[in-house]
Nanobody, 121 residues
Framework: EVQLQASGGGLVQAGGSLRLSCAASGFTFDDYAIGWFRQAPGKEREGVSCIDTSSGSTYYADSVKGRFTISSDNAKNTVYLQMNSLKPEDTAVYYC??????????????WGQGTLVTVSS
């Protein structure tokens, strides 16, 4: 059974930091790119960041470049999203997802449950 377990969300003040984790199981981890997506209330889901777990190549939305860092621990089948200098507009439910074979995350095959990040001003 494929599982993507996201964790690490919470309430933080603007300027603060959080680290999200996505623990994967049930598939060959380094055959997939793992991405983080978010959906704020009343808005469409958007891609935040993605990592090719085989090559280590990373991708970021312009809105988070320089503030967020994605990384992968292949021994633990886990992807992390370090979020620094958080802004109220980063408030959203964050989801991790796995995309097979392309090395990036245009259309994930598997989704995890979300973890809520709330940034207060």
């Amino acid at each position: 059974e494929v599982q993507l377990q996201a964790s690490g969300g919470g309430l933080v003040q603007a300027g603060g930091s959080l680290r999200l984790s996505c623990a994967a199981s049930g598939f060959t981890f380094d055959d997939y790119a793992i991405g983080w997506f978010r959906q704020a209330p009343g808005k469409e889901r958007e891609g935040v960041s993605c990592i090719d777990t085989s090559s280590g190549s990373t991708y970021y939305a312009d809105s988070v470049k320089g503030r967020f860092t994605i990384s992968s621990d292949n021994a633990k089948n886990t992807v992390y999203l370090q979020m620094n200098s958080l802004k109220p507009e980063d408030t959203a439910v964050y989801y991790c997802a796995a995309d097979y074979g392309l090395g990036y995350c245009p259309n994930p095959d598997y989704w995890g449950q979300g973890t809520l990040v709330t940034v207060s001003s």
